[in-house]
């Protein structure tokens, strides 16, 4: 078995940590040494002195591939669940990895509204002076630019969580070396 490092992508609420976990126990069960690296758990930890600027979001990027980069090349599958939105820094990553993917999870931005597991769509679509409004919002007052070569594209508007987490296992298996 190789390890391998996913970078996913995509707008908050699009299921990419959903997707990450499934997956990440599924392929334990089958055998896998996996790592999750969780954005939202890293930003508390690693990454807690930055924050959401560009500059500070490839930073937060740059750590984490860092993490998976040691990860993957000690046979550990390592996905990494986190927004990252920035095209350029997506292909730093895989220039800096040859075990790197990039998996696209994408989702309209109404279906992300809709969902909103968390409230910050509704939170970001406040007028600026509100105190509950956040400012730097990924897709809505922020951009989020999509892969031109994603390894992988799940479409999550129009799939089912398991069909997701299928598609992503399916994925991985593939690209270290398992027969299906």
Do not use: W
């Amino acid at each position: 078995m190789s390890g391998i490092f996913i970078q996913m992508t995509g707008m908050s609420g699009a299921g990419k940590s959903t997707m990450t976990f499934k997956a990440a126990d599924i392929l334990r069960e089958m055998g896998y040494n996996v790592e999750v690296i969780d954005g939202d758990e890293y930003r508390e930890g690693l990454c807690k002195d930055l924050g959401f600027s560009k500059q500070d979001r490839n930073t937060n990027i740059r750590r984490l591939s860092f993490v998976g980069k040691v990860l993957s090349r000690n046979n550990v599958v390592c996905i990494m669940s986190a927004i990252n939105p920035y095209d350029d820094i997506r292909k730093e990553v895989k220039l800096n990895n040859t075990l790197a993917k990039t998996v696209f999870v994408k989702c309209d931005v109404d279906t992300l509204i809709k969902r909103d597991p968390k409230g910050l769509y509704a939170r970001a679509l406040l007028p600026a002076d509100d105190p509950n409004h956040i400012p730097n919002f990924t897709g809505i007052s922020d951009p989020f630019e999509e892969p031109d070569d994603a390894d992988l594209t799940i479409e999550t508007s129009d799939m089912t969580i398991d069909n997701s987490v299928n598609e992503l296992v399916s994925f991985v298996l593939r690209n270290t070396g398992e027969k299906l």
